[in-house]
């Protein structure tokens, strides 16, 4: 078997998230201005209200925006 030569990482590893800050991502991932918006999430949620209406759309809303 032919040894393999080590992996290396490419790329910055995204931060430790707490869970008690929105994780809504803002920028590039591949950027150094990358971050995560970390306000305060709604409860029982990942996003802050803001980042909340963007990620769940009622499926009414839903329905209204079918061509």
Do not use: I, M
């Not at 201005?33 to 029982?44: D, M, R």
Request: charged share 20%; proline share 15%.
């Amino acid at each position: 078997v032919e040894a393999r030569p080590p992996l290396r990482a490419v790329g910055t590893p995204a931060p430790r998230r707490s869970g008690l800050t929105c994780c809504w991502p803002l920028g590039d991932p591949g950027t150094p201005g990358f971050h995560f918006c970390g306000a305060t999430p709604v409860p029982g949620k990942p996003y802050c209200a803001e980042h909340a209406q963007l990620a769940y759309v009622k499926l009414r809303d839903r329905r209204d925006n079918v061509a």
